[in-house]
């Protein structure tokens, strides 16, 4: 099993920057990649960003030039660096773990973005 804790949301004004982190903890060696899902009220959750042991990444049409993943291998941690924020980014931000198996996801962060 592999254990997920993210942090670093918040409430931000439109145009801001925020940065979330996720550790991930357990059978670390299951995990094929990383990556940000969210989840807008009335909405489903949809994909941020993901990136893989080789560092390929992968973002939503609507974050590209926004939003930036990174991952450090040695502390196993992924971050997703936020800029240029828009109401339209609030959400609850979940870090997902894609293991060989059913993939695993953190307890969620909540990412307000208004004036």
């Known amino acids: 099993q592999v254990q997920l804790v993210e942090s670093g949301g918040g409430l931000v004004q439109p145009g801001g920057s925020l940065r979330l982190s996720c550790a991930a903890s357990?059978?670390?060696?299951?995990?094929?990649?990383m990556g940000w899902d969210r989840q807008a009220p009335g909405k489903q959750r949809e994909l941020v960003a993901s990136?893989?042991?080789?560092?390929?990444?992968n973002y939503a049409d609507s974050v590209k030039g926004r939003f930036t993943i990174s991952q450090n291998t040695a502390k196993n941690t992924v971050d997703l660096q936020m800029n240029s924020l828009l109401p339209e980014d609030t959400a609850v931000y979940f870090c997902?773990?894609?293991?060989?198996?059913?993939?695993?996801w953190g307890q969620g962060t909540q990412v307000t973005v208004s004036s």
């Open positions: 357990g059978s670390i060696s299951s995990i094929n990649a």
């Open positions: 990136i893989d042991k080789t560092g390929s990444i």
């Open positions: 997902r773990a894609y293991i060989s198996g059913p993939d695993s």
